[in-house]
């Protein structure tokens, strides 16, 4: 059964507008979440990440939301930069385990 | 920064053989990882280290086999391939405890093809 879920294989924007990313969990003991950024042939990248006593974490163009009565979080990217075209991976960890658990992944493309 | 090395970012094995993927970091990280990378499928956790000499399954461990001799080194075995063990190989390192604050770090992968 699947943890973490990007139910979005794929979404397209135009350069300057914003994009949201979004993510779904089931597992409660999650308490952390993460979000990578992948180009391809390279390693994922590590972008920004969320605690689950917060509901909001912003760097620079990058801010993840978290509402964890719905388990639900969400990355939004403004203004949009054809750069950021990749794919983008949701992550979830918590309690002893050191693990990650990943979501499949959303490929995001910007056109300019 | 963190560096991640994978020794191998191309290799083509054949059905069989015994490979090993070697990694190294260079931040003096507890945790290391391995990760197999597939079309649809995301990332899927093989094996998992938090110290020397320790090693924990992960998600998918049939096959596959793992070493940490050394804190900065950690290799991933196939002890006899198959066609469908290929895949993109991703092996990563954090410091520990994990946390929002200590995100795992990526090297750039191997591509393994097995013929």
């Known amino acids: 059964d699947q943890q973490v879920k990007q139910n979005s294989p794929s979404l397209s924007v135009q350069e300057g507008r914003i994009s949201i990313l979004n993510c779904d969990y089931t597992?409660?003991?999650?308490?952390?979440f993460l979000w990578y950024k992948k180009y391809p042939a390279e390693g994922p990248t590590f972008l920004i990440s969320?605690?689950?006593?917060?509901d909001k974490n912003e760097d620079g163009r990058f801010t993840v939301f978290l509402n964890k009565s719905a388990k639900h979080l969400s990355l939004h990217i403004v203004p949009s930069q054809p750069g950021d075209s990749a794919v983008y991976f949701c992550a979830a960890g918590g309690g002893s385990n050191y693990k990650l658990t990943f979501g499949k992944g959303t490929l995001l493309t910007v056109n300019p | 920064d963190v560096k991640v090395t994978q020794s191998s970012r191309y290799l083509v094995k054949r059905t069989g053989e015994k490979v090993f993927l070697e990694c190294v970091q260079d931040m003096d990280h507890e945790n290391m990882f391995w990760y197999r990378q597939d079309p649809g499928l995301g990332l899927r956790l093989i094996y998992f280290?938090?110290?020397?000499?320790?090693?924990e399954k992960g998600d998918i461990p049939e096959g596959y086999s793992v070493s940490r001799e050394k804190k900065e080194r950690f290799s991933l075995i196939l002890e006899s391939a198959s066609t469908n063990q290929t895949s993109m190989y991703l092996c990563?390192?954090?410091?520990?405890?994990?946390?929002?604050?200590?995100?795992?770090?990526f090297g750039d992968g191997t591509r393994l093809s097995i013929l």
């Open positions: 969320i605690s689950s006593i917060k």
């Open positions: 990563a390192s954090s410091l520990h405890p994990a946390g929002w604050d200590q995100p795992q770090h």
């Open positions: 280290s938090y110290d020397v000499k320790m090693k």
């Open positions: 597992n409660s003991m999650f308490d952390y």
